[in-house]
């Protein structure tokens, strides 16, 4: 993906930085709940939205509060795809 | 807990590592499934866990792969629960 091309995408996920872990680039967002059983349950919400995505994140639980980061294993850094998977976990908070 | 507790009580924790994470004494172990599903069901039973205890880990759920770390908010380390908690999370595997 081109810096110009994910420069633009980035603009619809205002929410979402992206950092290097190892070296690697991901997207990350964290989302703050009430509690941890909320917490919990956005982390099934995300997990469900991997599997029908075969997509994987890696998503961090904890009391009051969901990390998520989305990248691609297989080039090590960001794909298309991770950026709307990344709409796509957005999107949950609306259900 | 005197550090010597702390060696005896880790004696019976082989599987479990401490690491300073931000300066604050943490205990990890990394748990591995054969896919995200398990992976993602074995957080579902920490977190379970976690509410029954009224103690909260960080999870980290990812393709494969669970991380579980217990330390104590209110004094930024280690306390005998965390240790009576990371037991417990072993003993899920059993279930």
């Known amino acids: 993906m ?8 980035m603009q619809q996920l205002p929410e ?4 290097a872990v190892n070296q690697v680039m991901q997207l990350e967002r964290v989302f703050i709940f009430r509690n941890f059983r909320l917490a919990l349950d956005f ?3 995300v997990g469900n939205l991997a599997e029908q995505e075969d997509h994987h994140p ?3 639980t904890e009391w009051g509060k969901v990390t998520v980061r989305w990248w691609t294993h297989a080039i090590a850094g960001l794909h298309r795809n991770d950026l709307i998977c990344a709409a ?3 999107a949950l908070l609306a259900d």
């Open 16 to 19: 979402w930085q992206i950092l």
């Open 88 to 90: 796509k976990t957005d």
């Open 43 to 45: 982390t099934n919400r």
């Open 2 to 9: 081109a810096p110009d091309e994910l420069a633009e995408l």
């Open 58 to 60: 890696a998503i961090v």
